[in-house]
């Protein structure tokens, strides 16, 4: 191979989609959304360690090629106002680019098909939606400037993506996921929104003109309200997830995460009051951390919570 197209590839994934912080994060996602699938007992069935794992390559993928596409969709406005991005300096051309990423889909549908038939019956749905995102649903100039709708309307990839992950871990059609699952899997939505909303909101100096931020659209205090109502949103699925799936009590379950959420609650009421660069900064990177950190705490606390 040619080591100048894998040091440009590597280039990429270190700047737009960070090995290292990417995997741990889909790492977290993985288990959590797996513990929520299975049943409530230790040991009610063997962990099959080498599907999981192929799993895990196939969501890590997923969210790859979801970065890919977006990559490709954002080219003329990255152009225009963040060309230091690697495909807006030609750090890879949009051939090659285009190239890549149809091997990464390749590869996930022979990951998804040597799964099973639910597996990857999941996936092309999951395909198909990404598909719809990469197009912009096909309304792009009227979504484009609805900042929130946009992010929402992207953002329930998340919870097709659990229900991958329910059908690696089980075996089973998303239809036959039971309703603990299906809250919790729609949950998934919520989270992503709460990074989603998170990452877009800046201090008063680091604002650009013509480029959007929650920030900006609703004030910093509105900003932070509309993601306190997502964070609110995804615990409460959780709880009643929790409830179905425990019915003897889940305090652990409950517990560790909502910790997680409180501190979301009080960065955010640090950017209120501070709504400059630090105060941005500390808002931004505590949200960076509900996103891995709220899965890891949903996992601990159901192991906690097995009998």
């Known amino acids: 191979m040619n080591p100048g197209l894998i040091a440009r590839w590597w280039q990429f994934l270190r700047e ?5 912080g990417i995997s741990l994060m889909v790492a977290a996602f993985f288990a959590a959304n797996v513990a929520l699938a299975r049943p409530a007992a230790a040991g009610a069935d063997p962990v099959d360690w080498p599907r999981l794992l192929a799993g895990y390559a196939l969501i890590w993928l997923c969210f790859l090629h979801m970065r890919m596409f977006d990559e490709v969709k954002d080219y003329a406005v990255d152009r225009e106002h963040n060309p230091e991005r690697p495909l807006a300096r030609g750090l890879i ?9 149809l091997l990464c889909l390749l590869l996930e549908g022979v990951l998804a098909a040597n799964l099973g038939w639910p597996v990857f019956v999941s996936y092309v ?3 198909c939606f990404t598909l719809l995102m990469r197009m912009e649903f096909f309304v792009g100039d009227w979504l484009r400037p609805q900042l929130e709708l946009y992010a929402i309307t992207h953002t329930f990839s998340a919870s097709m993506l659990g229900m991958l992950i329910h059908a690696v871990a089980t075996g089973r059609q998303p239809a036959q996921a039971d309703d603990a699952f299906l809250l919790f899997g729609l949950g998934n939505w919520f989270v992503f929104n709460v990074f ?4 877009k909101t800046f201090g008063r100096e680091e604002e650009r003109e013509g480029v959007d931020s929650y920030s900006g659209r609703l004030t910093p205090a509105g900003a932070v309200a509309l993601l306190a109502v997502n964070v609110a949103v995804a615990y409460a699925l959780l709880w009643h997830a929790a409830g179905l799936r425990f019915p003897g009590g ?13 501190l979301t609650v009080v960065a955010g009421g640090w950017y209120i009051a501070r709504p400059d660069r ?3 900064r500390v808002y931004r990177g505590t949200v960076t951390f509900y996103l891995l950190a709220y899965h890891v705490a949903v996992f601990a606390g159901w192991y ?3 009998p």
């Open 16 to 20: 737009r989609h960070e090995p290292f």
């Open 93 to 101: 051309g949009l051939g090659e680019f285009g190239t890549g990423t």
């Open 125 to 127: 749905f999951l395909l």
């Open 196 to 199: 989603e909303f998170g990452r």
């Open 250 to 262: 889940a305090t652990s379950l409950l517990l560790y995460p909502g910790v997680v959420a409180a």
């Open 278 to 280: 630090a105060g941005a």
């Open 304 to 306: 906690s919570s097995l």
